[in-house]
């Protein structure tokens, strides 16, 4: 840790001696190490945050990683289903710069899991409440 926020300070410092431009035209290259340090860390941090929680995971319930493979494979194939309903058509009067069929795929299917998930919570609180009012009665 201390490793990670001494590269930080020497980045954000190294920022502020080259100077950060006013404006994206006027670039010299001090944001983009920026940019890439914070993805570097925010990769750490949930790389970390997963491998620890599954190392005590297995530490104190070994049974439960198999509950782990099992929601892990269930998420894949939703991604998966999600990726073939994906049309991947390129958008209606847009005329902007031409997008490549792979991220039109991509797109559409972040989409539909948005749409999934929703699905999901709209007919978990539907069934929620009817469950709650079945074991009231």
């Known amino acids: 840790m201390l490793a990670l926020m001494f590269i930080s300070l020497i980045i954000v410092v190294l920022g502020f001696f080259k100077g950060y431009p006013d404006s994206p035209a006027n670039d010299n290259g001090s944001v983009d190490p920026l940019l890439y340090w914070a993805y570097a860390m925010i990769i750490i941090a949930i790389v970390c945050a997963v491998l620890v929680s599954v190392f005590i995971m297995a530490v104190n319930n070994p049974k439960s990683l198999v509950k782990l493979g099992i929601g892990l494979v269930v998420a894949a194939v939703i991604c998966g289903i999600a990726y073939a309903l994906a049309p991947g058509s390129q958008p209606v009067a847009y005329n902007g710069e031409a997008v490549t069929n792979g991220t039109l795929k991509l797109t559409d299917t972040i989409l539909n899991l948005t749409w999934f998930a929703g699905a999901a919570a709209i007919l978990s ?7 709650s009012k079945v074991r009231k009665n």
Request: aromatic fraction near 0%; hydrophobic fraction near 70%; charged fraction near 15%.
């Open 125 to 131: 609180i539907i069934v929620g409440e009817i469950a």
